[in-house]
């Protein structure tokens, strides 16, 4: 699922020590928390997703980078 694989690379990242996740209800809590602990990504994923991904600009990937 999208949040599986969101969360997954999130969490999969050296240096990332913690993630705000949003949710609008108690499901939405106990499903993200499911798939934080049980999932994740292998390598080959993570390098795919990272191609997929290189060329986005950092000031729309990086919310420091966000105007207010």
Same mark, same amino acid.
């Given at each position: 699922?999208?949040?599986? %694989?969101?969360?997954?690379? %999130?969490?999969?990242?050296?240096?990332?020590?913690?993630?705000?996740?949003?949710?609008?209800?108690?499901?939405?809590?106990?499903?993200?928390?499911?798939?934080?602990?049980?999932?994740?990504?292998?390598?080959?994923?993570?390098?795919?997703?990272?191609?997929?991904?290189?060329?986005?600009?950092?000031?729309?990937?990086?919310?420091?980078?966000?105007?207010?």
């Amino acid at each position: 699922s999208t949040s599986e %694989i969101a969360l997954g690379y %999130i969490k999969s990242i050296n240096g990332v020590s913690s993630m705000v996740i949003g949710m609008e209800n108690a499901l939405q809590l106990n499903e993200n928390t499911t798939i934080f602990n049980r999932v994740s990504l292998s390598k080959k994923l993570m390098s795919e997703l990272d191609d997929i991904f290189k060329d986005i600009p950092l000031d729309v990937i990086n919310p420091l980078c966000w105007k207010n």
